[in-house]
């Protein structure tokens, strides 16, 4: 990562659910959601679709269920426009994990994260075509078990950015992301992973008048972030993450 990305994300804290965390192109206005995901507070209306999800001291440990044939999937029924989401999580063994959006009907974008790899997209919004799924940024990173990372997701008008641990980001545009969005939610490849402060703020229409400048840097890093590597290969790759439109 590039030095002067570096510093553009410095002033980026930890993430605290009571307050909205830096961000770089989205202006938050006001909380919409809060909850902990921890055991004995007050909840979200969560609509769980596969997996076991059960709310600790910690958070909400989530995990697939062999017999589910499908990810661990939840989601909260609300509607989104422009908005700021962030939240932590913790492997504890699963495969992946993901913070997805969708619209009335389809799924919009995500960030996904697997214990090597984050993944910033624009989702596949029809499956039969013609519409596919565009990524922005496939960047190898570490993840390991048992450590809290930090995830802020922004979405003003046709542009999402995505924040990993207030060090790494990604963006991307899209029309898609004009529209009205809804149920936000996680997902969870195997067993198991660890939620926590699920906080999401909307936010204004116009984006912050320093994105333009915090944008090009972004992407300067983005075409030098190292490529996973795929199954079967030998060594890291530097590659070009998709170009952001």
Known sequence: MSLRLLALLAFVSPLCAADAPATLLAQPDKEILNDTLTKDTKAAEWKVAKGKW?????GIHVEELPADKHGAAGRVPMKLQDFVAAFEFRFDGAKSISLSINDAKEHVARVMI????????KDDHDHDGPDKGVVFLNQAQAFEAGTWHSVVLEMVGDTMVATIDGKISGFGSNDLFKAEKASPGFTCAGQSATFRNFVIWSAKAE?????KEASAKIAEAMKAAPTPVAPGAKGK????AAAAK
């Open 207 to 211: 984006p912050k008048a320093s994105w």
């Open 237 to 240: 790759a530097k590659g070009k």
């Open 114 to 121: 697997t214990p090597t790899a984050l993944r910033v997209q």
């Open 54 to 58: 059960e709310r600790a001291a910690d």
